[in-house]
């Protein structure tokens, strides 16, 4: 059998995301972004570029003539863009305009990287080999936000076996579906409105 580090190493994930800062950013205060994202448990914090100043930078559609620092970080608590813009602007005393987050494998992300120069006419090719084919249940939707809540309660079921605590398992009557109503709204007392059984004010 098992034990429970094993089980937990086997589980660990890591979860891969781009920070863009538009604006100049100092050493200091790369050093204390890679220092509040050793919250979620941070493996890999690189810088990958610096996009020269723009008129209209790319992600930044209400900056104007700013340069974009992009960085790649890797971390294994789960968390989502949203979350991870909200902390760091807080945190860094930054604008929620001057700064996205993103995963690699976005679509937008992809539309951005660099591709080799074409010979022909697209049109050319009847079976469009060049179009990448996308899931769309990958980024969002039932499907993907089903998951990732399943994720959160394993990990959260992880540390509370790891702390001792005890996990009622779904068959428990008490947490199943044949545990009985708190209130009983069949009962023959609960079948009429409180409004309706309140005295009629106009009668005093």
């Given amino acids: 059998m098992k034990s429970f580090q094993e089980y937990l190493a086997e589980s660990k994930k890591s979860y891969t995301f781009r920070v863009k800062v538009a604006g100049d950013v100092t050493a200091e205060q790369e050093k204390t972004m890679e220092?509040?994202?050793?919250?979620?448990?941070?493996?890999?914090?690189?810088?990958?570029?610096?996009?020269?100043?723009?008129?209209?930078?790319?992600?930044?559609?209400?900056?104007?003539?700013?340069?974009?620092?992009?960085?790649?970080?890797?971390?294994?608590?789960?968390?989502?863009?949203?979350?991870?813009?909200?902390?760091?602007?807080?945190?860094?005393?930054?604008?929620?305009?001057?700064?996205?987050?993103?995963?690699?494998?976005?679509?937008?992300?992809?539309?951005?990287?660099?591709?080799?120069?074409?010979?022909?006419?697209?049109?050319?090719?009847?079976?469009?080999?060049?179009?990448?084919?996308?899931?769309?249940?990958?980024?969002?939707?039932?499907?993907?936000?089903?998951?990732?809540?399943?994720?959160l309660n394993d990990i959260l079921k992880l540390q509370r076996k790891e702390r001792g605590e005890v996990i009622p398992e779904a068959s428990d009557k008490t947490i199943g579906t044949d545990a009985k109503a708190k209130f009983n709204t069949d009962a023959a007392g609960n079948t009429k409105s409180p409004i309706v059984q309140a005295p009629d004010p106009r009668k005093n």
């Fill in 35 to 151: 220092t509040l994202l050793s919250k979620y448990d941070l493996s890999s914090f690189k810088k990958t570029g610096k996009t020269p100043i723009q008129s209209l930078p790319l992600d930044f559609p209400k900056l104007k003539n700013k340069e974009v620092n992009m960085y790649e970080v890797t971390v294994a608590y789960p968390t989502t863009q949203y979350e991870l813009t909200e902390y760091l602007a807080s945190e860094m005393a930054l604008t929620k305009d001057c700064i996205v987050v993103r995963r690699p494998n976005e679509p937008y992300e992809e539309y951005q990287q660099p591709v080799e120069e074409r010979s022909t006419a697209l049109l050319t090719d009847s079976e469009y080999k060049e179009v990448e084919k996308i899931n769309g249940e990958d980024f969002y939707g039932d499907k993907y936000n089903s998951g990732f809540v399943k994720e």
